[in-house]
């Protein structure tokens, strides 16, 4: 998409309209032209919200993941792979040991002949490692293979000098096998649920002894919020405590975009801490590859977490042991903040806030079978009228969390509505000596400062959209200044993530593919930012919608563009050509304005 000024652009002066970005009126289109170009484009596929801008205003909709999402993104073909696959030993030019019982193809120049041509001409892995590890299947094969014999070049000197793998936490298959069998200990766990055991038996001897009150032991904990019969923070092991989680910058865990390829791009500009996405408790005990491939961790992540979600105590504690056991993690985090039905409606994220009780064995539990750091992320509470998250930080610091992540925000609100750091102050000095970050809306540096700085709103600020906007927002905060980065600067990160993405999927036509698929969810995000040039005033507001306008070349312009064809197309650019057939809906509802 290539948007021209028009002749009449400059005539619309910008009006500090409550929820519009300010642009400079000499970026700016005027109705007449953005109805023609959507006239134009209105075939398109578009992102989810594209229709409501041009409409004059969202719709009313519900928050959340788009559910109509055709085929989810996972039927095929997606990925540009011929119809037979080449057998892993083959490409690499070895041979196979199930010879003719192999389910794979073996015949390499009929795959050859079918194989789309090579993306380009270096292969990320062979460049890394001295080797590739998908050899013929590779995308960028041509880089490793000699031309006469097909035969895979290995170089090494380089795989002499790669001592430390790629990234960490690659949990083996025998650990997955083993806990489908369920063969796995958890001996820390069994001791924490004895004791849990026992702390039963002897609340029941002491209401036993005490004068009936009218309630059950178990009706008053899942209402009371006191400290009562709680017990203090007395289960820290040594060696727990190390981070200063203090005046850190924080990355949010991030569903699907924070990624490990993102969570890099974002070190890169200087961010702390970074944390998991959310992985979910019982997935890890029954082996799924998938969720155990949310754990790794790039070895720029120099303070990573964990972050675990579940609606079972003894589930959460048997997967945070194993976690802790088998991995390399810096604190695990509890999800209490998930809105998704999905978890609410089993009991787990953000309904877990209307049972403390359960929180308690929990965040215990966790204290109790990890040597590391466990800390807390929670929303305000589920409903406006009945806010909790207050009363909660007092009693996670007692039941021995590290520190305490409270998103402004009730699961009711979604995205509507601004964060309340107001209330997220309150739940500051609710703590006695837990750092509390707070969470909601950050996209600017001046925004940062003011909640940790002189206000003292808050210990931290974790960043989840606005890092997705403009993962330079961490430079931004460190050099108390703003960025003005060009379009070409932008796509120098695309193409970083490009690069870190086929390092970590793969370069293989599946690796290439999800690599496609993340970047485009990505680019979901990053197409809200305004370059700063273009601001009238400073500094963008998570919630105010630009109106239609054009960067300061076709490049920004592009980048600035709601529709998933100019996303795809930016993709190209850095990743080359899209299979045929290809089709694209974001995942998640959050990245539109609400
Ligand atoms: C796409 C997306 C995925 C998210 N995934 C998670 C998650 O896995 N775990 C979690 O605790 N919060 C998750 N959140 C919530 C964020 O961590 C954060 O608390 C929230 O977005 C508010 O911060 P923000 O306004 O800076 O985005 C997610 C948010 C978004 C937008």
């Known amino acids: 998409m290539t948007i021209a000024t028009t002749s009449d652009a400059a005539a619309s002066t910008p009006k500090a309209e409550k929820g519009v970005a300010p642009i400079k009126a000499e970026y700016l289109i005027s109705r007449t032209a953005e109805s023609v170009l959507h006239t134009e484009e209105n075939k398109e596929t578009s992102a989810a919200d594209s229709t409501d801008r041009k409409q004059g205003g969202p719709a009313k909709r519900q928050g959340g993941q788009h559910q109509n999402r055709k085929n989810k993104n996972k039927g095929k073909p997606t990925y540009d792979e011929p119809g037979t696959k080449l057998c892993g030993k083959i490409a690499q030019g070895e041979t196979c040991p199930f010879d003719d019982k192999c389910s794979y193809s073996h015949d390499v120049a009929k795959y050859l002949a079918e194989k789309e041509p090579d993306l380009g001409p270096s292969c990320v892995n062979f460049d890394i490692y001295g080797h590739c590890r998908f050899g013929l299947r590779c995308r960028y094969a041509d880089a490793h293979t000699r031309p006469e014999d097909h035969s895979q070049i290995v170089d090494e000197a380089k795989v002499k000098t790669v001592s430390q793998r790629y990234a960490l936490n690659e949990v083996g298959r025998d650990l997955q096998i083993r806990l489908r069998k369920k063969e796995v200990r958890f001996p820390r766990t069994d001791e924490f649920t004895e004791m849990l055991k026992q702390e039963a038996a002897s609340d029941a001897d002491a209401a036993d002894a005490a004068p009936p009150t009218g309630e059950s032991p178990d009706e008053i904990s899942d209402c009371d919020f006191s400290l009562k019969g709680q017990p203090q923070a007395k289960r820290h092991r040594a060696?727990?405590?190390?981070?200063?989680?203090?005046?850190?910058?924080?990355?949010?865990?991030?569903?699907?975009?924070?990624?490990?390829?993102?969570?890099?791009?974002?070190?890169?500009?200087?961010?702390?801490?970074?944390?998991?996405?959310?992985?979910?408790?019982?997935?890890?005990?029954?082996?799924?590859?998938?969720e155990w491939a949310l754990l790794k961790r790039h070895p720029s992540e120099d303070v990573f977490g964990v972050q675990l979600a579940g609606n079972r105590a003894d589930v959460v504690a048997r997967a945070a042991e194993l976690v802790a056991r088998e991995c390399a993690v810096d604190f695990v985090d509890l999800n209490m903040g998930c809105p998704i039905d999905m978890a609410f409606n089993n009991g787990g994220g953000s309904a877990l806030l209307a049972q403390p009780r359960k929180i308690g064995h929990m965040v215990r539990g966790l204290v109790h079978v990890t040597?590391?750091?466990?800390?807390?992320?929670?929303?305000?509470?589920?409903?406006?009228?009945?806010?909790?998250?207050?009363?909660?930080?007092?009693?996670?610091?007692?039941?021995?969390?590290?520190?305490?992540?409270?998103?402004?925000?009730?699961?009711?609100?979604?995205?509507?509505?601004?964060?309340?750091?107001?209330?997220?102050?309150?739940?500051?000095?609710?703590?006695?000596?837990?750092?509390?970050?707070g969470g909601g809306d950050v996209m600017s540096w001046e925004e940062y400062w003011e909640h940790v700085g002189d206000a003292q709103q808050s210990d931290g600020v974790m960043i989840g959209r606005g890092a997705l906007i403009k993962p330079w927002v961490f430079r931004e905060i460190s050099e108390r200044r703003v960025w003005d980065i060009s379009?070409?600067?932008?796509?120098?990160?695309?193409?970083?993530?490009?690069?870190?993405?086929?390092?970590?999927?793969?370069?293989?036509?599946?690796?290439?593919?999800?690599?496609?698929?993340?970047?485009?969810?990505?680019?979901?995000?990053?197409?809200?930012?305004?370059?700063?040039?273009?601001?009238?005033?400073?500094?963008?507001?998570m919630n105010d919608r630009p109106p239609a306008f054009v960067g300061r070349n076709d490049l920004e312009t592009l980048m600035a563009s709601d529709k998933v064809k100019d996303w795809v197309k930016l993709v190209e650019m850095v990743l080359g050509p899209t299979p045929e057939n290809f089709t694209f809906v974001p995942k998640h509802k959050s990245n539109s304005y609400e």
């Open 371 to 437: 040597d590391c750091d466990v800390t807390a992320k929670i929303r305000t509470g589920v409903r406006a009228d009945a806010l909790v998250a207050r009363e909660l930080v007092p009693q996670l610091e007692g039941w021995g969390a590290a520190a305490v992540t409270v998103h402004g925000r009730t699961r009711q609100q979604r995205y509507t509505k601004l964060a309340d750091w107001t209330y997220i102050a309150q739940c500051r000095q609710a703590a006695q000596r837990v750092p509390v970050f």
């Open 487 to 541: 379009a070409t600067e932008r796509l120098d990160v695309l193409r970083d993530f490009a690069r870190f993405g086929l390092e970590h999927w793969g370069t293989d036509p599946q690796g290439v593919s999800n690599t496609r698929r993340y970047l485009l969810e990505w680019q979901s995000f990053l197409h809200r930012y305004v370059p700063a040039g273009i601001l009238e005033v400073l500094p963008q507001r």
């Open 239 to 290: 060696g727990r405590g190390h981070i200063d989680f203090r005046g850190k910058t924080y990355l949010a865990p991030l569903t699907t975009v924070g990624n490990l390829p993102f969570r890099r791009i974002c070190k890169g500009f200087g961010v702390d801490i970074t944390c998991s996405e959310m992985a979910i408790a019982s997935n890890l005990l029954q082996g799924q590859q998938s």
